[in-house]
């Protein structure tokens, strides 16, 4: 598949192709094997080109085709050009969702608000849980209309990158 990003203001071309149990990633020309393992709900381990594994988290942005990866903590606004990219908007309030919402852990931190209580009836979009890392708050966010059905964290509570905090139904 092949993918128009923009990073940092910079327009990128990537293609993925599935190439053994890896993927040979080609990213504007220069190509990669990237073998992968998935960690947790939107966390995975990446290993390129043969160097020891990098963790990488991946959340919905706010925009449709806006996503946040966050790569050894770092965070890294990535915009799909095309505006492909259904990373995360099963429930975005655009399209139809069925099944429960499970708001999770981008990165490992510490839980400084929780602004809904359980039963509360929520919007897409609306704050759910607020996670401090690296000394950042990171404002989690309800992907569809619903009611929050399970809460998995309190303040002050540690939390580890793809840990489940919230669910809505």
Known sequence: MQYDIEVGGRRTRVV??????????S?????????VARTGAHSLSLIVDGVWP?????????????????????????????GRSSFGRRGDGRHAASGPQ???????GKI????????????ARQPVMVVEAMKMENELRAGRDGI???????????VEAGALLIVIQ
């Open 102 to 108: 499970r708001v999770t852990a981008p990165m490992p």
């Open 27 to 35: 990213v504007d020309g220069r190509a990669h094997q990237v073998d």
């Open 54 to 82: 990098t963790d990488a988290t991946v959340t919905a942005g706010r925009e449709r085709g806006q996503l946040t990866v966050y790569v050894g903590g770092t965070a890294v606004p990535v915009a799909m050009v095309d």
């Open 16 to 25: 993925v192709e599935k190439n053994g149990d890896g993927f040979a990633v």
């Open 112 to 123: 400084v608000r929780v602004p809904v209580a359980l039963g509360d009836a929520v919007r």
């Open 148 to 158: 929050v059905a399970e809460i998995h964290g309190h303040e002050g509570m540690s």
